[in-house]
Nanobody
Framework: EVQLVESGGGLVQAGGSLRLSCAASGFTFDDYAIGWFRQAPGKEREGVSCIRTSDGSTRVVDSVKGRFTISSDNAANTVYLQMNSLKPEDTAVYYC??????????????????????WGQGTQVTVSS
C-alpha cells in the first residue's frame, strides 16, 4: 500500500522553527521525487519545495527561499522540510506528495497535481504573531 505520512507540525511563534517529516512506504523511494505543498484556509494549494531523492537535486519557491530547506534520508525513506524564521503567512496545512523522478524538477514540479500521484493527509503549521 502506497502511503505518505506527514508529521512535525504544530504551533510556533513568528521567528521560530519547525521540521516537518514525510515518511514514505509502499513504493521504491528513490524512483520518486517528493514535493511539499501547503494550503491556507480559503486559498489554493501551492508548491513549496521538492527534491529528487535519487540525486538530491532540489527546488524551492521564492517566498521561502533562504528560510526553508528540503532534504532526504533515503535509508529511512523520509523527506524533511526544515522551516526557519517562520512568519504568520506560513500558516497552512502542509502536505507531501510523490511523483516519478523521470519527470524531473522543472517548473511543473511545484504545481499542485503536476504529475503527483500520491499525497499524505497533511500536518497543520500555525505561526502566531
Amino acid at each position: 500500500e502506497v502511503q505518505l505520512v506527514e508529521s512535525g507540525g504544530g504551533l510556533v511563534q513568528a521567528g521560530g522553527s519547525l521540521r516537518l517529516s514525510c515518511a514514505a512506504s509502499g513504493f521504491t523511494f528513490d524512483d520518486y521525487a517528493i514535493g511539499w505543498f501547503r494550503q491556507a484556509p480559503g486559498k489554493e494549494r501551492e508548491g513549496v519545495s521538492c527534491i529528487r531523492t535519487s540525486d538530491g537535486s532540489t527546488r524551492v519557491v521564492d517566498s521561502v527561499k533562504g528560510r526553508f530547506t528540503i532534504s532526504s534520508d533515503n535509508a529511512a525513506n523520509t523527506v524533511y522540510l526544515q522551516m526557519n524564521s517562520l512568519k504568520p503567512e506560513d500558516t497552512a496545512v502542509y502536505y507531501c506528495a510523490a511523483r516519478s523522478r523521470l519527470y524531473g524538477l522543472g517548473t511543473d514540479a511545484l504545481t499542485p497535481y503536476g504529475q503527483y500521484d500520491y499525497w499524505g493527509q497533511g500536518t497543520q503549521v500555525t505561526v502566531s504573531s
